[in-house]
C-alpha cells in the first residue's frame, strides 16, 4: 500500500512540473527512450510533440553521442544503431516495403533520403524512421529517364524548409551524356532545373554531403594529358541551399577516368564529419582523408590531410579489404564498415572503430546487425514532414 502511495505521488510530481522544465529533462534523452516516454502517459506525450520541444531535442542531439543507420541489400531491412551500444535495433517494420529496391543517399536533422540509382518509375521519398513518418515527393513532369542518379537532402534556414536536389544523367542525341540538376522544396508540387557548369563524377554508393548550408557532390576539374593517359582533377560541387547556386571547390587529388566507376583509378566519398567536410579517396585499399573548414577570411579550405593504415596488418597480412567510412566519435576516432575484399562469395560486414593518431583499428561487437550493409551517420530527431512541407501552403 505504502509503494502504491509513493508511485502515485512520484507521478503526480512529474505531471505538476512545469512544461519547459519538462521540456528540459526528456529533450536530454536518446531519441528511443523519448518514444519510450511517449507512452507513459498524456503529458509526456503531448510534451515531446510540441514544437517547441522538436526544435530543443534536435538542438541537443549533436552534443549526444553520434548514431547510425544500417540497412540491407534493397533496403529490406533498416537498422539503429548508437556508438555506445551492443545491439541493433530494427526500424520501419511497417513501412519498409516502400523503400525496396533504393537506397539512403542523404541525411539531415533526422530525416533520410531515400531514392532510387535509377530514375525509372522507383520515387524519392524523405522519411524520419524514428517517427516513422514519410512523403513521397512528386515524380519529374517529363517523366525522363535518368541514371547514376545521387540526390542530396538540405534546410534552408532562411525559410525553415527543407529541399532536395537530384544530379542525374541523362543520354541524348547519338547517346550522348548529359548531367541535369532539379531542385524541389518539400510541399511544392514539381520539380525546378538548375544549370549545372560541372560534370558531376557518377558514384552508384553515395548521394550528396550536406554540410554548413549545401549540397556537397564530387565532379572532375581541369584535364591533364599524362604519359600514363588522361588525368582529371577531383573537386567539390558546392549547391547553396538557400540561393540554389553552385560554386567549386578544388582539392589536392586527381584521377585517371574509366568507363565507368569500377575501371577508375581509385574510389571517391563524401561526408560532414565530426563537423568538418570530408573527401575520403581509396586507391586500392589506401585510404586518404581530405578534411575542409569553412573560414570567414579563406572561404572553405583544408584543415588538415591524414591516410589510414591497412586493417589487421598483422594478423591477416594477405587478406585484401575494403572499407567504407561513415562516421566519428570526435576527431580521435573514425567509424568504418570493413570486409574482406572476396570474389564471387559473402563476405561478412564489421563496424570497427580506428585511432588516427595510434594507427590503432578496434572491431565493434554488436549483435543483430545484417550479414553484409551499408552504414549512414544519423542523427535521430522528431521533426515532422508532414508540418515541414504543409507549413505556409
Not at 502517459?41 to 520541444?53: A, E, G, N, P, R
Not at 512523403?135 to 542518379?149: K, M, Q
Not at 545521387?150 to 536536389?165: H, R, S
Request: glycine share 6%; net charge negative; hydrophobic share 40%.
Amino acid at each position: 500500500m505504502e509503494n502504491n502511495t509513493t508511485a502515485q505521488a512520484n507521478k503526480a510530481s512529474a505531471d505538476n512540473l512545469p512544461h519547459v522544465i519538462l521540456e528540459d529533462i526528456l529533450s536530454r534523452l536518446p531519441a528511443l527512450s523519448i518514444l519510450t516516454c511517449r507512452r507513459v502517459c498524456k503529458t509526456w506525450c503531448k510534451v515531446t510533440k510540441d514544437q517547441s520541444f522538436v526544435n530543443l531535442q534536435l538542438k541537443r542531439s549533436s552534443d549526444q553521442p553520434p548514431s547510425y543507420v544500417l540497412h540491407s541489400k534493397f533496403l529490406c531491412e533498416l537498422f539503429f544503431v548508437g556508438t555506445e551500444d551492443t545491439k541493433a535495433r530494427e526500424l520501419c517494420k511497417n513501412t519498409l516495403r516502400i523503400f525496396r529496391f533504393m537506397r539512403i543517399m542523404s541525411s539531415c536533422n533526422g530525416l533520410l533520403c531515400i531514392a532510387p540509382d535509377i530514375l525509372d518509375g522507383y520515387p524519392t521519398v524523405v522519411s524520419n524512421p524514428i517517427t516513422e513518418e514519410h512523403i513521397v515527393l512528386p515524380e519529374a513532369d517529363d517523366g525522363r529517364y535518368g541514371f547514376a542518379n545521387q540526390v542530396g537532402l538540405g534546410f534552408d534556414p532562411i525559410t525553415n524548409k527543407y529541399k532536395v536536389a537530384s544530379i542525374f544523367n541523362v543520354l541524348e542525341n547519338g547517346n550522348k551524356k548529359r548531367c541535369l540538376c532539379e531542385i524541389i522544396t518539400l510541399g511544392e508540387n514539381s520539380w525546378r532545373k538548375i544549370d549545372l557548369p560541372f560534370e558531376v563524377l557518377p558514384l552508384r554508393m553515395q548521394g550528396a554531403a550536406f554540410w554548413e548550408g549545401a549540397l556537397h557532390w564530387i565532379c572532375s576539374g581541369k584535364e591533364e594529358e599524362t604519359t600514363c593517359g588522361l588525368r582529371k582533377e577531383v573537386c567539390i560541387l558546392r549547391l547553396d541551399i538557400t540561393r540554389e547556386e553552385f560554386c567549386l571547390i578544388s582539392t589536392r587529388f586527381s584521377f585517371f577516368p574509366g568507363e565507368d566507376e569500377e575501371e577508375r583509378s581509385c574510389m571517391f566519398q563524401l561526408l560532414d564529419l565530426a563537423g568538418l567536410l570530408t573527401l575520403v579517396v581509396d586507391v586500392s585499399g589506401c585510404i586518404s582523408l581530405s578534411q575542409f573548414k569553412r573560414s570567414e577570411t579563406n572561404g572553405i579550405c583544408e584543415e588538415r590531410f591524414l591516410s589510414i593504415g591497412t586493417y589487421m596488418r598483422a594478423e591477416e597480412p594477405a587478406k585484401a579489404w575494403q572499407y567504407h567510412l561513415f562516421g566519428a566519435v570526435g576527431p580521435d576516432k573514425l567509424l568504418l564498415r570493413v570486409c574482406e575484399n572476396r570474389k564471387g562469395s559473402l563476405a561478412p560486414h564489421k563496424i570497427v572503430l580506428y585511432f588516427p593518431q595510434e594507427d590503432r583499428f578496434s572491431n565493434l561487437e554488436i549483435s543483430g546487425i545484417p550479414l553484409e550493409f551499408m552504414a549512414t551517420s544519423f542523427r535521430p530527431s522528431f521533426v515532422s514532414i508532414q508540418a515541414t512541407s504543409s507549413a505556409d501552403k
